[in-house]
């Protein structure tokens, strides 16, 4: 049968031709066209029958032909080949990318040609092509953000090494200032990763407060002079008489957007100057269009990077980022923060020239059209006497428990320390505390769940307690305060930091108190107390007794190691058994033996008084046995 005859059969126009969207050629083994349907006018431009007679290989870009050769010749030998990728020539002369499967005529009808069922795949090239960019923006990034973060922390780790060198006091305060600018930079870096997650998460919130722009920009521009006069460039700004007014939304963001501008705009600027200019675009309806301009004289973008400096991971060259640094970060938070309050950023740039950001934003006009502005006092606690404040230290990490535990000392708090949430519960339980400074993330019980237990305590449930977290996203700061915790606390966190969350916004005052009242002083020693069991499992008398049952069974086991560890001076193993056993007399209430485990587990971990620790251990024995007697009485006979 010939080509011809073929592709006028009734049953291919009807089911692959007539009925399909796909393009359809019929080509012979040489690659002449004796076929192909309407679909090619759609999407190659070519009308009805006008290839017919060409060559396919004519129509195919430079780049895949021998491709397209070598797989014609090996389809020769194959019933059937599946997605092959070529480009095509179209009628206005642009390629676009299509993918075949040839059907083998050879096989079924003796025929030497191919049916080739083409696929426009041009869209899909693009966005795996869209999809790699963004791969390797963001594998860019992640070794920016390395590369960023291990500078700030490298430096710190150098300084911290000389400080132990014994260095002069100019050296010491030289080093010190190191320090403190490297974990400046850490801040910066690590805000904006959690504002971009704030951002892309929705869970960013907007303030709609009064400010004024007069009050607002010089402070602000005023921080940048001394870098400005470092490098030699000056810095101005201008604003419309128009916009000295009351103006309602969230200052705070809005400073974050210029500080961002007025950042790059110095980073990049090597010589000339940055102008700042805000003026009112326009009235209506009670709201100000304010416009605000940040122009410099620096190195500018190329223009075919201008559509991507907006996007996340991305600076306008890698190039960039080794020479200047950043997160490639700062552009996207503030394109973000401008359309999340209904405004625009537009740039114009020329490189080695300059550029200007312009960001328009309508704000609600408040009622007052002018405001003076007055020096803010800084406002002065008197009369809190911070060395009768008793606080409760709860942090696994020893790093970070010195830190705190230092500010403390330095206002001469009484302080206690615990490791855990459990440890936390324990000191709770037998002492009067001003405030809990809560660490979240913490082995054996983290804080989430020793707040709770805190707060189902009768004598406890209302000292204010503190989260010291890393996790600073509003997701983790919702669930601190679902906790039971009264308000957080984001590390790295300086003195005043500390200083302002307890005496200004939380006015913790002492009480002068040291101990707890007569009436809620714990039992004796052999006296369990099931309350805390009863409150962390909502009174569930099965678990209740799951757990009694359980001590019952393991502690005589435990008591008869600890022993046969002390006669043979193990002294580590018998600390390692008192760890152990410490946690299960916490669920039974019985605190007053919990000293006497706390005090066997140190001085056997020291090594010390370990001529006391044998008639301490005998004496606990005895003291568990009779506990164990009067426990036994509530299981409940099966």
């Not at 805000?191 to 009050?215: C, M, Q, T, W």
């Not at 006092?377 to 911070?386: A, F, N, V, W, Y």
């Amino acid at each position: 049968m010939k080509l011809q005859n073929y592709v006028r059969k009734g049953s291919f126009y009807e089911a692959v031709v007539e009925d399909g969207s796909d393009i359809i050629f019929v080509v012979d083994y040489s690659g002449e066209i004796r076929y192909h349907n309407s679909s090619t006018r759609e999407t190659l431009g070519y009308r009805s029958k006008s290839l017919i007679g060409k060559n396919f290989f004519d129509y195919i870009s430079p780049g895949s032909l021998e491709f397209i050769r070598k797989t014609f010749a090996t389809s020769q030998k194959r019933a059937y080949t599946e997605k092959i990728e070529f480009q095509f020539l179209c009628k206005d002369r642009s390629y676009r990318f299509l993918e075949f499967n040839a059907i083998n005529l050879k096989y079924k009808e003796r025929i030497n040609g191919f049916i080739l069922d083409c696929r426009d795949i041009t869209q899909r090239k693009k966005d795996e092509a869209e999809l790699v960019r963004l791969q390797k923006a963001k594998e860019q990034f992640l070794a920016n953000i390395s590369h960023e973060i291990r500078t700030p922390i490298n430096g710190i780790a150098g300084m911290a090494n000389l400080l132990s060198q014994h260095p002069t006091r100019e050296e010491r305060e030289t080093y010190l200032d190191a320090i403190r600018h490297s974990a400046e930079n850490l801040k910066v870096i690590i805000n904006d990763i959690l504002d971009l997650a704030a951002i892309e998460s929705g869970k960013l919130r907007f303030e709609k407060i009064a400010f004024n722009l007069k009050d607002l920009l010089p402070s602000l521009v005023s921080t940048f002079t001394y870098q400005a006069k470092e490098k030699k460039i000056s810095i101005d700004y201008s604003i419309d008489e128009k916009l000295n007014r009351i103006l309602l939304g969230d200052p705070v963001r809005l400073n974050q957007i210029l500080i961002n501008l007025i950042s790059n705009a110095v980073k990049f600027t090597h010589h000339g100057s940055i102008n700042i200019k805000c003026s009112e675009a326009k009235e209506h309806r009670g709201m100000s269009w304010v416009n605000i301009e940040v122009t410099d004289t620096g190195v500018g973008i190329p223009k075919e990077k201008l559509n991507t400096i907006f996007e996340s991971f991305s600076q306008a060259d890698a190039s960039v980022t080794r020479r200047y640094g950043g997160t490639g970060l700062g552009l996207t938070i503030v394109k973000q923060l401008v359309e999340l309050q209904n405004g625009r950023i537009h740039v114009v740039s020329r490189e080695h020239t300059g550029s200007t950001f312009s960001v328009l934003i309508p704000y609600q006009i408040g009622k007052v059209k002018k405001i003076t502005k007055t020096p803010k006092q800084p406002q002065k606690l008197s009369g809190i006497d911070t060395a009768q404040l008793h606080v409760l230290l709860v942090e696994d990490n020893d790093i970070n428990r010195l830190y705190a535990k230092s500010i403390l000392k330095n206002w001469q708090c009484y302080i206690d320390v615990a490791e855990n949430g459990l440890v936390a519960i324990e000191k709770i339980k037998n002492n009067f505390y001003d405030v809990v400074l809560m660490d979240v993330q913490m082995p054996v019980m983290d804080g989430y769940e020793a707040t709770k237990a805190i707060r189902s305590m009768h004598q406890s449930a209302k000292v204010p307690i503190i989260a010291l977290t890393a996790n600073a996203t509003p997701g983790d700061v919702e669930k601190c305060l679902l906790a039971g915790m009264n308000d957080y606390l984001p590390k790295p966190f300086t003195p005043e930091d500390l200083y302002g969350k307890l005496f200004k916004d939380l006015k913790i005052r002492p009480a002068f108190k040291t101990s707890l009242p007569e009436n809620n002083r714990r039992p004796t020693s052999t006296t369990y107390n099931l309350d805390y069991l009863r409150n962390i499992s909502g009174n569930n008398s099965e678990f209740i007794q799951e757990m009694i049952t359980t001590f019952l069974q393991t502690l005589p086991g435990i008591l008869s190691e600890m022993k046969e560890a002390t006669q043979s001076s193990s002294w580590e193993k018998l600390s390692r058994l008192a760890h152990q056993i410490k946690p299960s007399f916490t669920l039974m209430g019985l605190d007053v033996l919990r000293t006497t485990i706390l005090f066997i587990e140190e001085h056997g971990k020291a090594g010390t008084k370990t001529d006391e620790l044998p008639s301490v251990l005998e004496d606990f024995t005895e003291k568990c046995n009779a506990v164990l007697e009067n426990l036994s009485k509530e299981v409940t006979p099966v």
